[in-house]
């Protein structure tokens, strides 16, 4: 899984699976916590956050854990779609906004 | 509604070149930051700022300018460009709260892939 800092994984998995793509973060003060979605040539696009207060948030087809007492955080996509594949990255608060290098999703047909 | 929209898309320049690049958003937002991707790196803050008028260095500001004239818009400057700035620049905007991040979740543009020869 991926760590702020580390060079880029990758995950393949077929069309209809689940998909859980992992962010190690560094610091046990951070606050809050977000999960973005990057596709080739595009911008990064928010797809959930947590606070450090919760445990686990729930959006569309999408689900974040939030594990303090490890310090890792993960995003859980449902029935994954070809049009899941993109870059996938976290980003935790800490004061300081600090961003993971991402996950390449791939998603086979 | 467009959202955050980064002007130009793609440059190259010769090392020693100046330009700007302009970020616009159209959502009232208070905060716009100033952000490099590189390859296998995340995203590395150089300037942001928290309201018309103010800014301020972020991880790496050596090399860039920043000003913010009016609240939507956010230009970001190279006074003379170096192959070290070779990069993707991502421009984002969040609404205010509490710390410069907010603890809200920030809006990007789609870049612009600047190379320097």
């Known amino acids: 899984g991926e760590s702020v800092g580390l060079h880029l994984p990758t995950l393949s998995v077929q069309e209809g699976d689940n998909s859980i793509i992992n962010c190690a973060y560094s610091?046990?003060?951070?606050?809050?916590f977000i999960w973005y979605k990057q596709e080739s040539g595009k911008g990064p696009q928010f797809i959930i956050d947590?606070?450090?207060?919760?445990d686990k948030r729930q959006g569309q087809r999408v689900t974040v854990l939030l594990n303090k007492t490890v310090k890792h955080l993960s995003l859980q996509i449902a029935a994954t779609q070809p049009g899941d594949s993109a870059v996938y990255f976290c980003?935790?608060?800490?004061?300081?906004?600090?961003f993971g290098a991402g996950t390449r999703l791939t998603v086979k047909p | 509604n467009a959202g955050v929209t980064q002007t130009p898309k793609f440059r190259v320049l010769k090392t020693g070149q100046s330009m700007t690049l302009l970020c616009a958003q159209d959502?009232?937002?208070?905060?716009m930051y100033w952000y490099r991707q590189d390859p296998g790196m995340g995203l590395r803050l150089i300037h942001y700022?928290?309201?018309?008028?103010?800014?301020a260095k972020g991880e790496v500001p050596d090399g860039y300018n920043v000003s913010r004239l009016k609240k939507q818009n956010f230009l970001l400057g190279l006074e003379s460009a170096a192959p070290s700035q070779t990069s993707v620049y991502f421009c984002?905007?969040?609404?205010?709260?509490?710390?410069?991040?907010?603890?809200?979740?920030?809006?990007f543009g789609d870049g612009t892939r600047l190379s320097i020869l």
């Open positions: 984002a905007s969040t609404q205010h709260g509490q710390g410069i991040y907010s603890n809200q979740p920030q809006h």
């Open positions: 610091n046990s003060a951070s606050d809050y």
């Open positions: 947590i606070r450090s207060n919760m």
């Open positions: 980003a935790e608060n800490m004061g300081d906004m600090r």
């Open positions: 959502m009232n937002h208070e905060y």
């Open positions: 700022s928290v309201g018309e008028g103010t800014t």
